[in-house]
């Protein structure tokens, strides 16, 4: 039956079409929202990058942080062999002496000096402007090193005696290092006996230094001495053992002077290997080994009660054929050198006919050797009081 068109129409919009399903509509959102709030996060993003980047090139721009005034407290503060400008800041700022390792830096480029700075302790200030900190390391007055300056050919009792008086250690503090001996790094062919290889030089001890370390840079020294002069590769060379050198150097540090030296240690070794030279007696006959042995500073002259007191003693090179058991004293690198590249030469006998300017006359002749102990004799006579 047909409808009325109006009917028709209702019909179809209430109804929905045969086999298919009913579609609910919920409320629209309008399609410009999504698009606004997009641009809202955009532009908040924006604002942020810009603000950092702008307070980033503010920063740039900006002086690094730096502190004013001279501080407070006190900090020991090292700089140490090999530091750069910047190095240095950076262990500033460490210890909280400076800000920031930036204005320090920039301090140091501005002034000529800083690439002067010493290796060495300064004691310096917590919270230091860069300008304050700067001006202390720049001057070597500065340095709160303990200076100790030991002469070659010295015993260890005479150097032990120089470290008390220079540092605030006492001797026995010393003593009781060097009654351990191990603890100092010696060679294991000096036997645990430190006598000769306590180096001679001049050392700048830090505050932080104890009697182990100063010990240890001693020896630590006389290791680079023998180093340079190939100790060891000479004594197998020359059929000596290394410590055998050493007790060599010593006598030559004892006995010679300057370019004299090498031709004392040929001396010495023409008597070792030729025992059966005429006037010898198979003896090195060095007075400083016998001064040794009476336990004092050597002298030129020895009489022959002295030598006779001392008679059954290792060190009596008058009595005892041989090397003395060790060293005698703390040779230097010259005295070292010596002995491991002695010169070349027929000598047996040497004598110093001048103590002033230290003349030596070296011979292969007993007889000549003794004119030059005669011209010894007229010079202590009537030119000298040291004899």
Not at 1 to 8: A, H, K, V, W
Not at 262 to 289: C, F, H, M, W
Request: hydrophobic fraction near 35%.
């Amino acid at each position: 039956m047909s409808q009325p068109e109006g009917d028709l129409e209702q019909i179809t919009r209430a109804e929905p079409a045969r086999g298919g399903t009913r579609r609910k509509r919920g409320p629209r959102l309008s399609g410009c929202l999504p698009v606004l709030v997009v641009l809202a996060i955009i532009v908040g993003l924006g604002y942020v990058g810009v603000t950092k980047g702008q307070q980033a090139i503010e920063d740039y721009f900006a002086d690094p942080a730096d502190y004013s005034g001279p501080g407070r407290g006190e900090v020991a503060f090292e700089v140490a062999e090999g530091d750069t400008v910047a190095e240095i800041g950076r262990k500033l700022k460490d210890e909280d002496v400076v800000a920031s390792v930036e204005a320090f830096i920039d301090t140091a480029n501005g002034d000529d000096r800083s690439t002067g700075i010493q290796v060495g302790f300064y004691e310096l200030r917590q919270k230091m402007s860069s300008t304050d900190a700067l001006s202390v390391l720049v001057d070597p007055g500065n340095l709160v090193n303990t200076t100790v300056t030991v002469p070659e050919g010295l015993r260890v009792v005479d150097v032990v005696d120089i470290l008390a008086d220079d540092t605030e250690f006492p001797r026995e503090r010393f003593e009781a290092v060097l009654a351990e001996p191990g603890r100092i790094g010696l060679p294991a062919y000096a036997g645990g006996d430190p006598e000769g290889y306590l180096f001679p030089s001049t050392y700048a001890f830090s505050p932080d230094d104890t009697p182990v370390s100063m010990l240890t840079a001693m020896v630590d020294r006389w290791r680079q001495a023998a180093e340079d002069a190939d100790l060891e590769a000479a004594a197998e060379s020359l059929g000596y053992t290394p410590h055998e050198l050493m007790t060599v150097a010593s006598l030559v540090e004892a006995e010679g002077r300057g370019d004299d030296m090498p031709k004392v240690a040929r001396v010495i070794y023409n008597r070792l290997e030729n025992p059966d030279t005429s006037g010898t007696n198979g003896l090195l006959q060095i007075d400083a080994a016998v001064n040794f042995a009476l336990g004092r500073e050597p002298i030129a002259r020895l009489t022959t009660e002295e030598i006779e007191s001392v008679s059954d003693s290792p060190y009596n090179t008058y009595t005892q054929p041989g090397l003395p058991p060790g060293p005698i004293e703390a040779p230097g690198d010259a005295a070292i050198a010596a002995a491991a590249a002695p010169s070349d030469g027929p000598w047996y006998y040497y004598a110093t006919v001048n103590l002033e300017t230290g003349e030596t006359k070296f011979t292969e002749s007993y007889e000549e050797f003794l004119g030059f102990r005669a011209e010894l004799d007229e010079y202590c006579a009537t030119q000298s009081d040291r004899c």
